[in-house]
């Protein structure tokens, strides 16, 4: 589903992410970890379509674009703008009715049951600048379960959550693996890729490690990931594997 060739991606030509060779097949329920400032939310921005790779290339199945979901980290929303819980979830329905569509009540359905499944239903006129953290996030969830996506990208989906929270969305993460979507999540916590992650990219700049996450989350390949990123000069100016391939 996501081919990635010796791919590189940065900003102002610094590179972020290098030289990724990786194919990721369609079904895959893909945990992206590595340290601090390893690449991961640059690799997200990059398959979404939103940073143009300095080299190399990304290649998804036909339609890819088309049917994938992205979820940045918080601050995506302007929680100042007065739009009610229910507009906000129902902005997963765009691609279906359009920007200025009316929502037919079949649709109107469909949001009351993704509120539901995130454990939000009563919430619907509720304005959106209301909500706490965790509710927030209830919302984003809601939102991509209306847009029904084949390719789901989510950015750190469980940061600052409490266990609760977390246990809710991951199990809506299980059931979009069920219906056999690919989903790829930046997380922090490894307990919980361990647990519920069945494979797993170990970014540090570069690629350390990608499989069968028992095989990447071992301690040799998280210290290599650690020592590399600490290693990484973050003012090297261009990225030279890159300019050679450009040459
Ligand atoms: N918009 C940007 N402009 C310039 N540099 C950026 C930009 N976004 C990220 N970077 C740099 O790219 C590198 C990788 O950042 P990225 O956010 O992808 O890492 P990350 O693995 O997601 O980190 P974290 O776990 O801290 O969120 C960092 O050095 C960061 O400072």
Request: some cysteine.
């Amino acid at each position: 589903m996501i081919r990635c060739d010796d791919l590189t991606l940065g900003y102002d030509r610094h590179p972020a992410v290098h030289h990724l060779s990786t194919v990721i097949p369609a079904g895959t329920l893909l945990a992206v970890v590595g340290p601090n400032g390893a690449g991961k939310s640059t690799l997200l921005k990059g398959i979404a379509g939103e940073l143009r790779p300095l080299g190399g290339r990304i290649a998804l199945d036909p339609g890819g674009r088309a049917t994938l979901a992205y979820l940045p980290q918080r601050g995506d929303l302007d929680l100042s703008f007065p739009v009610s819980v229910f507009e906000m979830v129902a902005m997963g329905l765009w691609r279906e009715i359009g920007a200025f569509g009316r929502l037919t009540a079949a649709h109107h359905e469909r949001v009351r049951a993704a509120l539901a499944a995130v454990g939000l239903s009563g919430f619907e006129a509720r304005p959106l600048g209301s909500l706490s953290g965790g509710q927030l996030q209830r919302a984003r969830f809601a939102r991509l379960i209306l847009q029904d996506a084949a390719l789901i990208l989510l950015d750190e989906p469980f940061a600052a959550l409490d266990a609760r929270t977390v246990a809710d969305l991951t199990r809506i993460l299980l059931d979009w693996q069920r219906e056999g979507r690919t989903i790829l999540a930046v997380v922090h916590d490894l307990d919980l890729v361990r647990r519920h992650f069945p494979a797993c990219l170990l970014l540090a700049r570069e690629p350390v490690a990608f499989g069968p996450t028992a095989q990447v989350l071992t301690e040799p390949l998280l210290e290599r990931a650690r020592a590399l990123s600490e290693a990484f000069d973050d003012s090297a100016a261009v990225c030279h594997r890159a300019e050679d391939a450009h040459a």
